[in-house]
Every structure is written in C-alpha cells, then in structure tokens.
C-alpha cells in the first residue's frame, strides 16, 4: 500500500526540492534554508526530516535508485534461470543512469566529490555498492548450487556491473551525444550477459 500521510508527502516535497536545487546550484551553493524555500516548509521541518544536506543527498539517491529496482533485495528471481535473472537486473542497472536527472544527479558528485568526499560515499553506499552486495550474493549462491565457478563473486559483480552500464552510459556523462537507439543497448545488454555466463559457467 503507499504510503500517502501527510508526513511521506512533506518529506517528498523536500527532496524533490533538494535534487532541484542541488542540480542548478551543486551541492556546496545549496543551503538547507534554500531548500526549505523551494519545498514551502519551514526550516525546522526540513530538519525534522534530515539532519543535514549528507542525509539529504543520501535519501535522493535512495529514491532513485528504488525507482530503477536494482537495489531491492528480491531483484535477482531464484526461480528464473541464470540469464533471464541476469537479464532483469541489468535492465534495472541500465536504468540507473538512464535519466537525465539520474546522470546530472552523478556529475555533481564526480564535481564535487573531492571536496566533500561523503558525498562520494553516500552516493556510493546507497547505489553501486548495494547493488553489487546484492549481485554477489546471488553469485555466491550459484556458485553453491554448481552453476557458476568464480573465485571473487564481489568483483565478478562489479564487473559484470561495468559491462552492463558503460558502453553507452559513460559517452552520455561526459555530454557526447550519440544514436544509441532501445534496440543497441538491448544488444549491448545480451551481449555483457553472454560473455559474463559463458565466462564464469562451471564446466561439466
């Protein structure tokens, strides 16, 4: 059931309003005043919610990534095979950096990163590593069941990861806009599943 009290809608409210700002303006120009502004609510109740702008970033990323799926813990289906398991997760991946808010929300984080390296972190917990803790289980367990023989399931899943999301995502976040139709990242996609499986496969 969603959830639709007043209190999920404030919080909402809030931070749609801090990915908004912290788009326009980054992350350090960004004030929790100005985010109160935007959202229509008092100070105080934007600190009701968050205790400061690292939370806050934190619970933009946490939306979306719930929005793409890739971070639930249910994503990888154990009643479906191998590759169509695969195949789900990676659709769910792609659509991380998908968007246009999804890959200007990463390169203010890859702007200012540096100097406020928990924003790295935050981004990092609450997407890329989640996914690759929920990937490696997963391979773990087809490791247990015989199905695939991989020595680090940790960074088989990043690497699977990077197969996936790379090909056509990183030209996109550096602004190079190409042709890339629905139809090449599908064949891309097929294609980082059917090196990944054949690669990894236990041999009978």
């Not at 005043?33 to 934190?58: C, H, M, P, Q």
């Not at 995502?169 to 139709?181: A, D, H, R, V």
Request: with cysteine; proline share 5%.
């Amino acid at each position: 059931m969603n959830d639709t009290s007043p209190r999920r809608s404030k919080c909402d409210q809030i931070v749609e309003a801090a990915c908004k700002l912290f788009l326009e303006s980054g992350y350090e120009t960004t004030s929790m005043d100005a985010i109160a502004t935007e959202a229509n609510v008092s100070k105080r109740t934007v600190y009701s919610y968050f205790e400061n702008k690292e939370v806050l970033f934190g619970a933009i990323m946490k939306s979306m990534c719930d929005n793409t799926g890739c971070t639930h813990p249910d994503t990888l289906d154990p009643n479906l095979s191998l590759k169509e398991a695969l195949k789900e997760f990676a659709r769910n991946m792609v659509g991380l950096t998908q968007t246009p808010e999804q890959r200007d929300v990463f390169r203010v984080v890859l702007a200012e990163g540096i100097k406020f390296p928990e924003l790295g972190k935050t981004f990092w917990d609450s997407g890329p590593e989640l996914a690759k803790q929920i990937l490696a289980a997963y391979l773990t367990e087809q490791i247990s069941r015989g199905v695939l023989a991989i020595e680090d399931p940790e960074v088989a899943a990043m690497q699977f990861i990077g197969m996936v999301k790379w090909p056509h995502s990183m030209p996109e976040l550096f602004g190079i806009k190409g042709n890339t139709t629905p139809a090449d990242r599908q064949r891309a996609l097929d294609q980082a599943i059917s090196i990944f499986t054949e690669g990894t496969r236990a041999k009978s």
